[in-house]
């Protein structure tokens, strides 16, 4: 089992920057892949990035690839999401999400594919 708690949320104007950071609990960690969602006011929640429990591979949607950079390390048992030249389209609600697989370079891109979410931090960006 593995706990998940976001930080690192804010209010930032358009054009800032801010990183995110989900501290997982646990001892395996390292077996665990990541991932960021984000849920905006009336929609669903969404894929943001991915990575995997080496962090040989990693993913990010449309959106934001680019802007967003997702990294970890295994001995802090922390992964992190800068996120840079943020928009207003980026407000919502940010989770942590974790999944054990034993492929190192396995991640997922889909809400069901993750047993483990953090209780969520919120990013605003002003226009």
């Known amino acids: 089992q593995v706990q998940l708690v976001e930080s690192g949320g804010g209010l930032v104007q358009a054009g800032g920057s801010l990183r995110l950071s989900c501290a997982a609990s646990?001892?395996?960690?390292?077996?665990?892949?990541m991932g960021w969602f984000r849920q905006a006011p009336g929609k669903e929640r969404e894929f943001v990035a991915a990575i995997s429990w080496s962090g040989s591979r990693n993913d990010y949607s449309d959106s934001v690839k680019g802007r967003f950079t997702i990294s970890r390390d295994n001995a802090k048992n922390t992964v992190y999401l800068q996120m840079n030249t943020l928009k207003p389209e980026d407000t919502a609600v940010y989770y942590c999400t974790a999944q054990r697989r034993y492929s190192s370079t396995w991640y997922g891109t889909r809400r069901d594919e993750y047993d483990h979410w953090g209780q969520g931090t919120q990013v605003t960006v002003s226009s």
């Open positions: 646990g001892r395996t960690f390292s077996m665990y892949a």
